[in-house]
């Protein structure tokens, strides 16, 4: 069974920096896309950035500019790099790996919180 686990979550001020990882772990054949989504108390789910097998990537409009999604496909692994943060991104983020059109597996979430 495929596991998903993130790593990174953590306080930091307004205007700082934080990377996230994730790992995607098991019997695992190809991972065609990874991504990130994140959550915030009372506010709906939202795509944050996805990154493809050719490495194209897609952003939610929000962190355009300021957030950087990267993979290593040998290990499995997605990182975002979340710079000039705000407190808007305030949320609990969850890490995505998809192995198929209707496949997709989960991790349990890291929180990341902008306050001075």
């Known amino acids: 069974q495929l596991q998903v686990e993130e790593f990174g979550g953590g306080l930091v001020q307004p205007g700082g920096s934080l990377r996230l990882s994730c790992t995607a772990s098991?019997?695992?054949?190809?991972?065609?896309?990874m991504g990130w989504y994140r959550q915030a108390p009372g506010k709906e789910r939202e795509r944050v950035a996805e990154?493809?097998?050719?490495?194209?990537?897609m952003y939610l409009d929000d962190v355009k500019g300021r957030f950087t999604i990267s993979r290593d496909n040998a290990k499995n692994t997605v990182n975002l790099q979340m710079n000039s943060l705000k407190s808007d991104d305030t949320a609990v983020y969850f890490c995505?790996?998809?192995?198929?059109?209707?496949?997709?597996?989960w991790g349990q979430g890291t929180q990341v919180t902008v306050s001075s």
């Open positions: 995505y790996a998809q192995l198929s059109l209707t496949q997709q597996f």
């Open positions: 098991g019997t695992i054949f190809n991972i065609y896309q």
């Open positions: 990154i493809f097998t050719d490495d194209s990537t």
